[in-house]
């Protein structure tokens, strides 16, 4: 690693055993450094939401560490992780948008409690709804809208307030491919910003891209780590255990 880098994820000797005895993670090690675009794969089951909650501060490790932009979050207050979850944006699986309200105030809401103008709300807002192929729906409620619409919803809220780091938990998985590249366009548009994207995905049209980096999980532990594809043979067979049932 080049000795000016910063890391923006580092994560230590990380395990995660959920009650009575599920190893969800054991015992990894991974650093993201600001400004990279890393892809989590692997099977169902394999532990990219549970390491993404852990990044995120919404489940504690059972051993070892996470820092997010220098923040130890085993140390940190809770208004400090209050606070530092303003600058990660997260796209979440099961999306977690608020059914009653519209798609715009859904997707304010990142925006209105860094307390961004009305007026670059708005703006910021019809912006992502174009590039989503959203702009009529503005002013639905999100429960009326398809799983593929919600889960748009959820990535513009995810990245509207231009934070630091994305976490995007299979933000492709309801989608079809031209929609897909939709969604591809906007995250490498906030990389190209500055902005550090995690993706946790099994969509091998996303990540087996040139100069993609690529971690893949299984059984709770990292089996491969960042490897690139632009060197890989055409031919190359990823492996059993990326092909999982979607
Ligand atoms: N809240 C939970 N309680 C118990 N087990 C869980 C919980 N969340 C995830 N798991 C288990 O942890 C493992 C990893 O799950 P998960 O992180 O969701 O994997 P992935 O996102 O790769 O499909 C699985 O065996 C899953 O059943
Ligand atoms: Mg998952």
């Known amino acids: 690693m080049a000795t000016d880098s910063k890391v923006m994820v580092d994560i230590t000797r990380l395990s995660k055993t959920y009650t009575p005895n599920i190893n969800a993670l054991v015992d990894i090690s991974l650093q993201v450094e600001q400004g990279e675009m890393v892809f989590l794969t692997g099977m169902s089951g394999a532990g990219k939401t549970t390491l ?11 051993k070892g560490f996470v820092e997010v932009d220098g923040n130890d979050l085993s140390k940190i207050s809770r208004s400090r992780l209050q606070s530092l979850r303003r600058h990660i944006g997260v796209a979440y699986q099961n999306f977690k948008l608020l059914p009653d309200r519209t798609v715009a105030q859904n997707i ?27 702009e009529d729906k503005y002013n639905i409620k999100t429960c ?3 799983r593929g619409e919600q889960q748009r919803v959820a990535i513009a809220r995810a990245v509207a307030n231009k934070p630091d780091l994305i976490l ?18 906007l995250f490498h548009r906030c990389n190209l910003e500055g902005t550090t994207l995690l993706i946790a995905t099994h969509d091998k049209s996303i990540y087996e891209q040139p100069d993609s980096k690529v971690v893949r ?3 709770g532990q990292i089996l491969e780590d960042g490897h690139d594809y632009d060197d890989a043979p055409a031919t190359m067979d990823h492996g059993a255990a990326d092909r999982e049932e979607s």
């Open 168 to 185: 995007a938990d299979e933000p492709t998985g309801n989608l079809d491919a031209e929609t897909t590249s939709l969604v591809m366009d």
């Open 144 to 146: 009326k809208l398809s």
């Open 52 to 62: 993404l909650r852990l990044i995120c501060g919404i489940e504690h490790p059972s």
């Open 217 to 219: 999980l299984g059984g």
């Open 108 to 134: 304010a809401i990142s925006m209105e409690v860094a307390y961004r103008s009305r007026m670059f709300i708005r703006k910021q807002t019809k912006d992502l709804l174009a590039q989503l192929n959203l």
